[in-house]
């Protein structure tokens, strides 16, 4: 009983608004239904029951993470390039596979630094995928590792070397694919969001990755992301340039663009107060003589639903298009990315909890988390079931120096290796046992049927009110 009070509680957590808490209320009775027909904890014991062949894989990804893949991590901490630019580091790791028996296509979905890595044994399904990163965030003082995605190839070679190894040794039918997504950090693109809709990921049956985490935790099932839903937009104004002691002669695009920050804060009372409108200017002119004549701002817009974004958006847009009307300016609106939520399943998320726990795992959060997708653009973890394993890895908060530091220690390396070990586990799980699969997809198709009725159900609740055409 404890168990299903634990995990409706965090279900209950992406409904961040009371308008979301009240049209979900039907969707989450017809959830909470779901959930008891899968019977999550008896599906765990069934799963974790003692298994040699399971156990055998994951040893040797612990091996692999011991003897090897741990310095590869620390090499690419040492050496962070940011997204886009992961040159290096696509290189260590993509000559790890290739050693490993894995066929490599570079470049794929027209991002320089992405690939697809094949083991070559590979037959078909279950098609087993391994998200993995490698991008550096950007700092002051340079590039560095301060979300560990440093560690996160690593963990998934380990995983996919030793399944690939077991599927050899068994002829077990199936396939395993290492997906190199760069640029998690960045924007634009949304890197997986682009893959994504180029295939790269067509035919996956489950994909898993892992992440750097303060705690050893797993989501709660449903539908949800991290850090809200997100429209990445960039405003660029364009004006004309003159003398700037005769700026009538002139389009001053710098007013303009200050003029979209001020429209902003005039209408923030008007919306919605979960939202968040959170933006820099980027090019503001380039010289105090003469009037600026292009001039951008890059904002990220967030709101708890996709659904509401939309009218903050609107918001904004008309924001942006009064100040180049204000200022006899003109406005280009990019809305360069979109990141939503994505489904998250307890068939998935359980097991991946308890075999953390079984292989070391660390600081426990026996409480499940906001249901959230396994990846940042809701791209893939909408349309694929999937997992992100959170061992505990650092005693430091997110996007830190001292997150970077936790990567070369004790902390890190136990949690990396945990991770490595749990992910070759479930993904063991999901290659061997038909009626495992068959519950996974029954609940991921579940729950994204309801998510549908979810997003229907805002549509009707969010109105707008009727402004009148003034006399």
């Known amino acids: 009983m404890m168990f299903w009070h634990l995990l409706l509680a965090a279900t ?19 959830m909470g239904e779901l959930e008891k027909s899968l019977d999550a904890p008896s599906l765990v014991t069934r799963l974790t029951a003692p298994n040699p062949g399971r156990e055998q894989a994951a040893a040797r990804a612990r091996e692999l993470m011991e003897k090897e893949l741990l310095g590869l991590g620390d090499d690419i901490t040492k050496h962070p390039e940011i997204g886009f630019q992961e040159t290096r580091s696509v290189e260590k790791l993509t000559a790890y596979l290739k050693g490993h028996g894995f066929e490599i296509t570079p470049g794929v979905a027209d991002l320089k630094t ?34 560990q995605h440093s560690a996160q190839g690593p963990v998934g070679i380990a995983a996919a070397v030793a399944i690939a190894e077991t599927m050899e040794r068994t002829h077990a039918p199936g396939s395993i694919t290492v997906f190199g997504t760069p640029g998690e950090e960045m924007m634009p693109p949304a890197a997986k969001t682009q893959m994504f809709e180029a295939g790269v990921f067509k035919g996956i049956d489950v994909m898993v990755r892992s992440h750097s985490s303060p705690a050893t935790q797993r989501p709660g099932f449903g539908f949800g992301t991290c850090c809200l839903n997100i429209d990445g937009v960039k405003y660029t104004f364009s004006g004309a340039p003159s003398h700037q002691m005769m700026p009538w002669n002139g389009r ?25 409108i959170q933006g820099i200017i980027t090019e503001g002119g380039a010289a105090p003589n003469v009037v600026p004549d292009r001039t951008a701002a890059d904002f990220y817009i967030r709101y708890p639903d996709e659904i509401y974004l939309e009218q903050v958006r609107e918001f904004t847009d008309n924001a942006a298009r009064a100040a180049a009307l204000a200022t006899g300016t003109k ?27 079984r292989y070391g795992g660390t600081k426990i959060d026996e409480t499940p988390g906001k249901p959230q997708g396994y990846e940042e ?18 005693n430091a908060p997110y996007h830190t120096y001292e997150m970077e530091t936790d990567a070369l220690v004790e902390v890190g390396h136990q949690g990396f290796v945990v991770d490595a070990q749990a992910m070759t586990a479930l993904l063991y799980d999901f290659l061997t046992r038909a009626d495992y699969r068959a519950a996974v997809l029954k609940e991921f198709d579940g729950i994204r049927v309801l ?21």
């Open 12 to 30: 209950i957590l992406v409904q961040e608004t009371p308008t979301e808490r009240e049209a979900a209320h039907d969707v989450l009775r017809k």
């Open 114 to 147: 992405a690939f697809v890595a094949r083991y070559k044994g590979s037959h078909d399904h279950p098609a087993l995928g391994v998200i993995v990163e490698y991008d550096a965030l950007r700092g002051t003082k340079g590039a560095f590792h301060g979300d």
């Open 252 to 276: 001053n695009a710098l007013e303009a663009v200050i003029h979209l920050f001020v429209n902003i804060d005039a209408v923030r009372a008007s919306i919605r107060p979960e939202a968040r």
């Open 331 to 357: 406005v280009k609106i990019d809305n360069y990315a979109r990141l939503r939520d994505g489904v998250s399943a307890a068939s998935l998320s359980e097991p991946a909890f308890a075999y953390m726990k």
């Open 377 to 394: 653009t809701g791209s893939v973890s909408s349309a694929i079931p999937g997992i992100g394993f959170s061992a505990a890895t650092t």
């Open 451 to 471: 998510f549908d009725e979810y997003r229907e159900s805002l549509r009707k609740v969010y109105g707008k009110p009727n402004v009148p055409e003034p006399k």
